[in-house]
């Protein structure tokens, strides 16, 4: 294998291609990325029996042929290459590389080892990329971060019609938000997905184009899969069995108090009071006519407060978070103002985007928190 490609479009393909290398792969051949030179383009490949990736990038091919190469070494190689072409080359069982006066070598793995990526599955539908990316941070935030639950570090994708539903839950608050996509064909599924998958495709996907949904839930394969596509990467992970909690009846059917507040005022309050908090300390809002009041820690303990201009509809209230989430639950919106739906302090408040004061929220996403006690 001999071949020439450009030094920027190599490092990305190859940051890109290694995020499926496993961290501690078990077999040695995991640890590798597959590199094949055919016809003129360069196909990079990883796998790590969960999720696999594959990248193609132009490449001027003058010898075809594949070899195996270390992941993590190919990575910092590739980002150390000057801005000039690059020259790979099979000689032995060693890969040299030629950058300019820069020269360097690896060690070739068994390429014959290596298993064959997972076939695509069939497309279902595409989603633009920077709406599957938004959806997917706002509602990755909610998933349960250990594995004391495992069915919790997931996200529930419901597809129905042209509507895509997500929610994502770890226990102490819950996220869902409705997109549109276009379903290349009638679609009622619901899939689950790991959260720190499916943030890495929205992540690692953005390019502009349409994002290619694949599917495949045949619950007679042995491998249940879901496949993303867009421009010359895709990605295929495997989806998670078990099913998950009917969480949407958490979302109160009736609200007597609304409260609404300007959602940059309230994330810079937060982030201040809550310096000021231990972890897992309690930050108490209490809303009244025309105010806020924020305040964290207590009795002997640092204590901060501030105040803030709030518009209440209904009684009264005042009811504690976990400062971080409410913190992740802001910067979740994307709205001038955030609005608070109660129906009591020691029940969960729903978290909506809305434009001003008493205007209609965003019911595409919505942000259910759990109260803690104060002073915890």
């Given at each position: ?5 450009a030094?920027?479009v ?7 291609t290694?995020r499926s ?14 590199m094949?030179?055919?016809g003129?383009?360069?196909?990079l490949?990883s ?7 594959r ?6 091919v003058e010898?075809?042929?594949e ?16 801005s ?9 069982t060693?890969?040299?590389?030629t950058?300019?006066s ?10 014959d080892?290596?298993p064959?990526?997972p076939?695509m599955?069939?497309?279902?539908g595409?989603?633009?990329?920077d709406?599957?990316s938004?959806?997917?941070a706002q509602?990755?935030?909610a998933a ?5 639950l495992?069915l ?8 129905s019609?042209?509507?895509?539903t997500m929610l994502?839950t770890?226990?102490?608050r ?8 276009n379903?290349?064909k009638?679609?009622?599924?619901v899939v ?10 929205a ?8 994002i290619?949904?694949?599917?495949n839930?045949d619950?007679a394969?042995?491998s249940r899969l ?5 421009g ?5 992970s ?18 007597n108090?609304?409260?609404?507040v300007?959602?940059?005022?309230l994330?810079?309050?937060v982030?201040?009071?809550s310096?000021?908090?231990?972890r897992?300390?309690a930050l108490?809002l209490?809303f ?5 009041h924020l305040?964290?820690g ?9 105040e803030l ?12 978070f976990?400062?971080l989430f409410l ?8 709205s001038?103002?955030?609005r608070f739906d109660f129906?009591h302090?020691?029940?969960?408040a729903v ?8 205007a209609?929220?965003?019911?595409s ?12």
């Amino acid at each position: 294998m001999k071949l020439r490609v450009a030094r920027d479009v190599l490092a990305e393909a190859v940051a890109w291609t290694a995020r499926s290398v496993p961290p501690n792969p078990p077999v040695p051949v995991l640890a590798g990325v597959r590199m094949e030179a055919k016809g003129d383009v360069v196909i990079l490949s990883s796998f790590d029996y969960e999720v696999s990736g594959r990248c193609e990038i132009p490449a001027s091919v003058e010898v075809e042929g594949e070899v195996l190469i270390p992941g993590r070494a190919l990575t910092k190689f590739a980002k150390g290459f000057p801005s000039k072409p690059v020259d790979i080359e099979l000689v032995g069982t060693r890969v040299r590389f030629t950058c300019g006066s820069a020269h360097s070598e690896l060690p070739a793995m068994q390429v014959d080892d290596y298993p064959a990526l997972p076939s695509m599955p069939a497309q279902v539908g595409t989603i633009d990329s920077d709406v599957l990316s938004k959806a997917v941070a706002q509602v990755s935030i909610a998933a349960a971060r250990d594995d004391t639950l495992p069915l919790l570090t997931n996200v529930c994708m419901e597809f129905s019609g042209n509507k895509l539903t997500m929610l994502a839950t770890d226990r102490y608050r819950l996220a869902m938000r409705e997109v549109e996509w276009n379903p290349a064909k009638p679609l009622d599924a619901v899939v689950l997905l790991k959260a720190r998958t499916l943030a890495d495709v929205a992540k690692s996907l953005v390019s502009g184009a349409p994002i290619e949904i694949a599917l495949n839930d045949d619950d007679a394969v042995a491998s249940r899969l879901i496949g993303f596509e867009s421009g010359e990467r895709r990605t295929t992970s495997v989806l998670s069995d078990g099913e998950y909690p009917q969480v949407r009846r958490l979302f109160p059917e009736q609200v007597n108090t609304y409260a609404t507040v300007g959602r940059k005022e309230l994330l810079d309050a937060v982030k201040f009071v809550s310096l000021v908090a231990e972890r897992n300390t309690a930050l108490r809002l209490t809303f009244t006519e025309g105010n806020l009041h924020l305040e964290a820690g207590q009795g002997e303990d640092a204590q901060a407060s501030e105040e803030l201009v709030a518009h209440l509809d209904g009684n009264e209230i005042s009811a504690a978070f976990n400062p971080l989430f409410l913190q992740e639950g802001l910067n979740a919106l994307a709205s001038n103002y955030v609005r608070f739906d109660f129906t009591h302090p020691n029940k969960p408040a729903v978290l909506v985007g809305v434009d001003e004061p008493g205007a209609e929220p965003d019911p595409s996403f919505r942000y259910l928190l759990m109260p803690i006690r104060f002073g915890v």
